[in-house]
């Protein structure tokens, strides 16, 4: 299985709701992904510009089919926009 961790900063705070929005649609359609087991968005208890999703999957395959979905090419580069730099992300085998 695979644990993917991806951080990042919004440039304002008063985009955090638009975030949101746009990640509901990610979450509910990434949740029906094969191979899917989680995927939520966690924001900064310390920082509200601070956000991550984090995300387990079955397999690499399932990860590659996710990164290849409609909603996946399409909400990512819109939540993108209001982030201040690129997203990090940390991916972790179990």
């Known amino acids: 299985m695979l644990r ?10 008063s985009d955090v709701d638009q975030v949101k929005f746009l990640a509901r649609e990610l979450i509910e359609k990434s949740r029906k992904d094969a ?10 208890a310390t920082d509200p510009k601070v956000m991550m999703f984090c995300e387990t999957w079955e397999s690499g395959e ?6 290849a979905s409609e909603h996946f090419t ?19 085998e179990f």
């Open 4 to 13: 993917i961790n991806c951080f990042f900063r919004l440039k304002y705070e």
């Open 35 to 44: 191979g899917n087991i989680a995927y939520d968005l966690f924001q900064s």
């Open 62 to 67: 399932a990860l590659k089919v996710h990164a």
């Open 74 to 92: 399409r909400l990512v580069p819109k939540i993108e926009h209001y982030s201040d730099g690129p997203m990090k992300l940390e991916q972790f």
